[in-house]
């Protein structure tokens, strides 16, 4: 059945992904970016691209409104990460809320995964600095979105660490809740939108973190 499914972060590698998806799968998108001007390749057949901010609740539930869906897969290098994804959960919950949009499906990242109980990837002693903080956020971000109520039905979708831009559509994928894949622990961006898409045509996971891996 054909849906109405609002994406943001669409200009993005991860986004554009779950659009092309989407629209593979007879799906009406809109398409969220912050400045429609730089991705005039994204419009469609299918597609409305359209200016929008997923930490402004005013500005999520005037996107949202009408769809039946969303898929967030924003991020913003420019400012402190877990501000950013914190306030864009905060907004998301209050603006589809707003909208009518019940089933949110967010992209997460393969640090915040489990190796052990209790114990992540990004808690090795090895783990780079430099991704600590864009780490931390999306932690901060799961928790801002287990704190909703459940009017709101949420799932995080994570990668592996090893996310290939350039990789192939297999249509195939393995999951677990909360903890890392054995094996390669890589996955396609078309595979990973197959995995985002999947939440939404069937919703099988509700308010975790499903891990994902070819």
């Excluded at 539930?61 to 990460?81: C, E, F, K, Q």
């Amino acid at each position: 059945m054909s849906s109405r499914i609002v994406v943001f972060g669409a200009g993005g590698r991860v986004g554009r992904a779950a659009v092309a998806e989407a629209v593979r799968r007879g799906h009406t998108v809109t398409a969220v970016v912050r400045d429609p001007a730089r991705c005039p390749d994204l419009a469609g057949p299918g597609i409305e691209v359209v200016r929008g901010d997923a930490t402004d609740p005013e500005s999520v539930a005037a996107v949202a409104a009408g769809h039946d869906a969303a898929v967030n897969a924003s991020a913003r290098l420019d400012i402190p990460s877990d501000e950013y994804f914190v306030a864009a959960a905060q907004a998301l919950i209050v603006g589809l809320g707003s909208a009518g949009v019940r089933r949110l499906v967010a992209v997460g990242i393969g640090s915040t995964l489990e190796t052990a109980p209790g114990v992540r990837v990004m808690d090795a002693p090895d783990f780079p600095e430099a991704y600590q903080v864009f780490s931390q956020g999306h932690v901060a971000e799961f928790e801002t979105l287990g704190a909703a109520g459940e009017e709101l039905d949420w799932v995080m979708v994570v990668p592996p660490m090893d996310l290939d831009a350039a990789g192939p559509r297999t249509g195939r994928y393995r999951s677990a809740v909360g903890t890392v894949l054995d094996g390669t622990g890589h996955i396609s961006h078309p595979d990973l939108a197959i995995a985002l898409l999947d939440e939404i045509d069937a919703p099988r996971h509700h308010r975790i973190q499903l891990a994902v891996a070819d």
